[in-house]
T-cell receptor, first 111, second 113 residues
Framework: TQLLKQSPQFLSIQEGENLTVYCNSS?????LQWYRQEPGEGPVLLVT???GGEVKKLKRLTFQFGDARKDSSLHITAAQTGDTGLYLC???WGGGNKLTFGTGTQLKVEL | DARVTQTPRHKVTEMGQEVTMRCQPI?????VFWYRQTMMQGLELLAY????????DSGMPKDRFSAEMPDATLATLKIQPSEPRDSAVYFC???????????FGPGTRLLVL
């Protein structure tokens, strides 16, 4: 069973601070996705990374795929209260749309 | 604004009862997934379908769970008999052919007493 470990598990910060969330595996992904989930809702896709070393930016969010395609990070600059939620990475090992989700990072951004 | 819909949104039942959860995927999406989310296990894939055919249900307890797609607009997940350990949020997601993106519904929150 492929495992995706995310760290930290919980993160509580003040608005305006920066943060980084990590997603690690011992296996190589064909692609990796990041989702955000808000209370009472399903996960919503933020980004997909495919190429080793790839960096993608989505406003204040920066996503990086490791060179070896075994890990990824999500960096948020100047966090806002609207960034609060559960961040999930999900790996595709080439199984045809089949994703394995990480353990999740619960982020709380306070005023 | 196309969305995946799930019914019911909440379900409270007693141990031993049958539970049926329904999902309407986004029109035109040919891949449908069922997930279960708990605090302890996170988000786990139970089963998924492509073009209504089951491709993988290895994550699903076979003795009590069953998943079907009677037609392209309806996917069902049934638990019979239900047990307290089945308490979780069950998500349905759909995706278009050739894309990795999955679009999740709002989930069914199940509590088995």
């Amino acid at each position: 069973t492929q495992l995706l470990k995310q760290s930290p598990q919980f993160l509580s910060i003040q608005e305006g601070e920066n943060l980084t969330v990590y997603c690690n595996s011992s296996s190589v992904f064909s692609s990796l996705q990041w989702y955000r989930q808000e209370p009472g809702e399903g996960p919503v896709l933020l980004v997909t990374v495919v190429t080793g070393g790839e960096v993608k930016k989505l406003k204040r969010l920066t996503f990086q795929f490791g060179d070896a395609r075994k890990d990824s990070s999500l960096h948020i600059t100047a966090a806002q209260t609207g960034d609060t939620g559960l961040y999930l990475c999900a790996g595709d090992w080439g199984g045809g749309n089949k994703l394995t989700f990480g353990t999740g990072t619960q982020l709380k951004v306070e005023l | 604004d196309a969305r995946v819909t799930q019914t019911p949104r909440h379900k409270v039942t007693e141990m031993g009862q049958e539970v049926t959860m329904r999902c309407q995927p986004i029109l035109g999406h040919n891949t449908v997934f069922w997930y279960r989310q708990t605090m302890m296990q996170g988000l786990e894939l139970l089963a998924y379908f492509r073009n209504r055919a089951p491709l993988d249900d290895s994550g699903m307890p076979k003795d009590r769970f069953s998943a079907e797609m009677p037609d392209a607009t309806l996917a069902t997940l049934k638990i019979q008999p239900s047990e307290p350990r089945d308490s979780a949020v069950y998500f349905c997601a759909s995706g278009p052919s050739g894309e990795e993106t999955q679009y999740f519904g709002p989930g069914t929150r199940l509590l088995v007493l």
